[in-house]
């Protein structure tokens, strides 16, 4: 069995847990030996305490010996039920998996329904429906504001959901289709293939691309190294590619920091960003509530 | 247990002389034997009105050679751990101490079956405490789950005006306001009223089951029932409206919880206060067995006169008790008839004694009679007992006082300034903070918003702590209906050039715009990078 890192463990506990049951027992046998006999009076066992307070030979009373009897019984029949000696699986065939699956089965069923309501309407009229919106506000509260924060701005790497720029379109489609299936975005990194110079020149080409003050040289230089390395993904008009996610770098929208020591950082080292795959987790219901809220974000209702 | 198969019939000499202390004992009888005994002697001095007058007051005295024990003693007689129950019938009384325990039932269980159906305004419930949308309504005022420590703070002052009053006053609370006091007395004036006083009602629990019989106890716990399902459904009454309740009893159409309620409370009154009654205050309250640590030598309690009372005996009314060596207690036993929890209070101080000075006033009637000075039995100290001046100011009474005063002014000042407006920050955990493309630096929070008061209000948040602060939320007014709470996520943008630390103090201020002391200030902090000292 999985749990165990060797056979020895299943064997310990199973023979402690007999051993145990089976020394008790004998021990509350033997202590409920010694009834007194018709007539026969308690003796003092000779353990006194605050000068006058003794333990006599009474026998232990009946209702509290049945007690300790009934917990023995209680014992035995709660391992025969449930897992408890070693991988023994019980006779219910209980196990915690199996309680959480049936858990969340019976909340499915119960909450199911709230989720699977909003499913057929087109994420452009949910836009209009505050209680849709609300569910998915909650939602997002819930599975998406560790990374993208509570006000869906974003931080380095986690993109700004609110500004209607997309790294992978728009659309409620695509949007559902991030959460689905997530997405793998992959910058490589460059710094060895056309050298740190390579790196500041394509930098100051980047950063002039949206209006910022370069040097001229620099620049041009950084132009014939973009048009070879970097059209093929961000496009030779440096719009960048929805496609694959290739960022737009023309706008002052910069993922991994807009700082000239950022970008030549993001352009020498590369960049790795990920969205999980929320789909199996969440369902498709749960996934078109937030796509509803996520593209409400950017779009004010019709 | 001792058998009552073998219960002699007492020998019928009336007014035998009692002391026969020297004359080795005879049988001891119990409370219950004596009284049984004393009912089948009855019905012979029916028919002879003399004899009754001179009983008056001296109700079923016991017989010679017939010492009449309490329930105590008797228990002590068995050797056994189980003391099997033995119904008192305590006596009526009339007097100061009885009108004042009238005055505070009719009190007490008038504001428990009144409060609910007082409504503040035309139609919220005075006193609800509404758990469904977790509030609490107190007149004008609405509490929240948040407010849970004033809750506390009553509790606090409670027992410590529980400790004052014991130190004291002793078992004032026991004699006069416990439930339990009520209820049981409320129910003992019902019980009177159908089976009549206390001799019939131990007769009548003698007879064979006859018609008579069956429809006096039949009739009280109908009553009682009754009376306890109101109680019940009064109790219900303080958490779901009541006259909605009301309605929904009529058509028979309450929810399963209130069902449940209304029937277990009703019957937590019926069983307590129709059948355990002293034995809840002697074997189940634990206030009972813990007063004793704030008694000391100067607490007021309820006790007789040894001094003064013995040598008990019988005498004549006419006769000087000087002359025949005697006390002033004419060993009457009404002191024993009329204690609720049936104990002799001659004996002592006794931990089963609520206080609740029966015994003083049907002493004192007594005392009146016989034209004696009253306070043979009476509210006393165990120093005044003993010839010393008894002290009212001790250092417990003096810091009982102080501290339940100021609690209690705590209290009172606290909820008069109670802001009906609630907000909470969180400040976003996952990230430290952000650079935004024009390089400020900016931290998000969310803020909870509950509008406690009883009407709609907006608000207008802001914020301060770091120069050139900039609070950057969708919402420039807050709407907030009565009672609803609102999450409001907001940024604050700070240029980095003015922050001075890492970890900033920054505060939020919400104010209602239609109302400018309905304001409150919560601190939080912002984060940013490490400064560049120039």
Excluded at chain 1, 133 to 143: A, D, H, Q, S
Excluded at chain 2, 422 to 438: A, F, G, H, P, W
Aim: proline letters at 5%.
């Amino acid at each position: 069995m999985a749990d165990f890192t060797s056979s020895f463990w299943q064997w310990y506990i199973t023979v402690l847990v007999v051993l145990s049951i089976v020394g008790v027992t004998a021990l509350v046998v033997w202590m409920a030996q010694g009834k007194l006999k018709v007539g026969e009076e308690a003796k003092p066992m000779g353990h006194v305490w605050d000068e006058d307070l003794q333990e006599l030979s009474n026998p232990l009373p009946k209702w509290w010996l049945n007690l300790f009897y009934l917990t023995l019984i209680f014992a035995v029949v709660y391992l025969a039920l449930y897992p408890g000696l070693g991988t023994v699986k019980g006779v219910l065939g209980w196990s915690e998996i199996g309680q959480y699956e049936k858990e969340m089965k019976q909340a499915d069923e119960h909450y199911g329904p709230i989720f699977e309501k909003y499913r057929s309407e087109n994420v452009a009229v949910l836009v209009g429906n505050k209680d849709a919106l609300k569910i998915g506000e909650r939602l997002y509260m819930t599975y998406c504001t560790n990374c993208h924060g509570a006000d869906a701005h974003g931080n380095r790497g986690f993109p700004n959901l609110t500004d209607n720029d997309w790294l992978y379109g728009g659309s409620p489609e695509n949007i559902q289709t991030s959460i689905m299936n997530g997405r793998n975005g992959i910058m490589p990194a460059w710094g060895a293939v056309i050298g740190q110079e390579g790196v500041y020149n394509v930098a100051s080409y980047v950063m002039g691309l949206s209006g910022r003050k370069v040097t001229e040289d620099a620049a041009s230089a950084g132009k014939e190294i973009f048009a070879k390395t970097c059209a093929g993904c961000h496009g030779a008009d440096a719009k960048g590619n929805p496609a694959i996610g290739a960022a737009n770098l023309t706008d002052s929208v910069w993922l991994y920091g807009g700082t000239q020591q950022a970008i030549l950082q993001s352009i020498s080292g590369g960049h790795q960003g990920q969205m999980p795959a929320h789909g199996e987790f969440l369902g498709e219901a749960k996934v078109h509530l937030l796509t509803a809220y996520v593209y409400s974000l950017s779009h004010t209702s019709p | 247990m001792t058998d009552s198969n073998d219960k002699k019939e007492p020998p019928p000499a009336e007014h035998a002389p009692s002391k026969d202390d020297k004359e080795p004992p005879q049988r001891v009888m119990s409370l219950v034997e004596a009284q049984e005994a004393a009912m089948r002697r009855k019905p012979a001095s029916d028919g002879q009105p003399a004899e009754k007058k001179r009983r008056s007051f001296a109700g079923q005295r016991p017989q010679a050679g017939q010492r009449m024990v309490t329930l105590a003693e008797a228990d002590a007689k068995h050797e056994s751990l189980y003391a099997k129950h033995q119904k008192v019938y305590p006596r009526m009384v009339h007097g100061f101490f009885a009108d004042l325990r009238v005055i505070l039932a009719s009190l007490t269980l008038g504001t428990f079956y009144g409060l609910p159906w007082i409504n503040w305004g035309a139609e919220r419930q005075a006193f609800l405490i509404d758990l469904p949308a977790r509030k609490f309504n107190l007149f004008a005022w609405t509490f929240w789950p948040q407010d849970l420590f004033y809750l506390a703070v009553i509790l606090i002052i409670s027992a410590l005006a529980l400790f004052l009053f014991t130190a004291v006053a002793g078992r004032v609370w026991c004699g006069f306001t416990c439930p339990q006091t009520v209820w049981t007395e409320i129910f003992l004036w019902m019980e009177r009223k159908i089976e009549g006083d206390r001799m019939k009602q131990m007769r009548l629990a003698q007879q064979p089951w006859n018609r008579e019989r069956i429809l006096k106890v039949g009739g009280k716990h109908t009553l009682w029932v009754l009376f306890s399902l109101w109680t019940g459904f009064t109790f219900v009454g303080f958490f779901t409206p009541i006259r909605e309740l009301s309605v929904a009893t009529v058509s028979l159409s309450l929810g399963p919880w209130e069902t449940f309620w209304v029937f277990f409370y009703g019957l937590a009154t019926y069983g307590n206060a129709g059948w355990l009654r002293e034995q809840v205050c002697t074997y189940m309250c634990p206030y009972a067995r813990f007063q004793g640590a704030m008694f000391d030598r100067n607490t007021l309690i309820i006790s007789y006169d040894t001094q003064r009372g013995e040598p008990r005996g019988a005498r004549n009314r006419l006769v000087d008790p000087k002359s025949k060596n005697l006390g002033n207690c004419i060993d009457c036993t009404l002191c024993v008839q009329v204690c609720p929890t049936g104990i002799d209070i001659r004996d002592g101080l006794q931990y089963q004694c609520i206080a609740c000075a029966a015994c003083v006033d049907v002493c004192d009637s007594v005392m009146d009679k016989m034209g004696y000075p009253r306070g043979l039995i009476r509210y006393t100290t165990e120093n005044a007992l003993e010839g010393r001046p008894s002290r009212l100011l001790r250092p417990r009474i003096v810091v009982y006082t102080s501290i339940l005063i100021a609690i209690s002014l705590a209290l009172v000042v606290s909820v008069l300034l109670r802001v009906p407006l609630m907000l909470d920050i969180v400040r976003d955990r996952t990230s430290l903070y952000r650079e935004t493309n024009e390089g400020m630096i900016e931290n998000v929070y969310t803020l909870k918003i509950m509008n406690m008061d009883n009407s709609d209000h907006r608000y207008v948040l802001s914020a301060s702590g770091i120069e050139g602060l900039k609070l950057d939320s969708a919402l420039t007014e807050i709407a907030i209906d009565a009672g609803q709470t609102r999450d409001i996520v907001v940024r604050l943008v700070a240029d980095p050039e003015k922050l001075s630390k890492r970890s900033n103090e920054v505060e939020f201020l919400l104010q209602a715009a239609d109302d400018k002391k309905m304001v409150v200030r919560e601190d939080a902090k912002f984060l940013g990078p490490i400064p560049v000292r120039p």
